[in-house]
């Protein structure tokens, strides 16, 4: 009976050493104990940022000036086996006009060449920058106006230069 009821003792085999280093000690704690230190200021900076673009029009306007006018420039070229010569240089003129005017905060229909270019004059574009943007609006204009000078071969000469633009402004900027 003695042995059935009581569960003797086995001894332990070898040394009784602990295998892992204290909790305290281990690499995986100290980097959740670090943690903190930068998820804090990540999570401040990030509501700072939402909270400015819910109340800063101007500024939600700005930052999302290049992927619209990505995203007109790339329904331009979706359709534009479909879209006629003048319809095409009023899309293309458009977007890049309306960059402008998202990127700056302003109306779209006042816009001139004159009022861009003191736009992007007063941010630091460069002068061979501004004039590549002026010569993209009046090759649109010119092809709007004049139905010789639209070329098909021109057309995508032209949709690549103000595809291209947006993001090189940018990067002046």
């Known amino acids: 009976m003695q042995r059935r009821d009581i569960a003797f003792i086995k001894p332990l085999r070898g040394r009784l050493d602990e ?5 305290h000690q281990r ?23 939402r909270e400015r673009l819910r109340t800063d029009r101007g500024f939600a306007r700005a930052g999302r000036a290049r992927a619209r006018a990505r995203k007109r420039l790339r ?30 905060d302003r109306s779209a229909s006042g816009l001139t060449y004159e009022v861009a270019d003191d736009l992007l004059a007063s941010r630091g574009v460069p002068h061979d920058l501004r004039a590549r943007f002026r010569s993209c609006l ?8 004049v139905p010789d000078a639209a070329r098909e071969a021109r057309r995508s000469e032209l949709l690549a230069e103000a595809t291209a633009l947006p993001d090189l402004i940018e990067k002046a900027l």
């Open 138 to 145: 009046e090759a649109c204009d010119f092809a709007r106006f």
């Open 75 to 104: 329904s331009v070229e979706h359709r534009q086996a479909h879209l006629d010569s003048g319809a095409f240089h009023e899309e293309v003129a458009r977007a890049l006009v309306e960059y402008v005017a998202d990127r700056f």
């Open 27 to 49: 690499p995986a704690f100290l980097a959740i104990l670090l943690a903190p230190l930068a998820w804090v200021p990540a999570w401040i900076w990030l509501g700072r940022r």
């Open 19 to 23: 295998r892992a280093g204290r909790l």
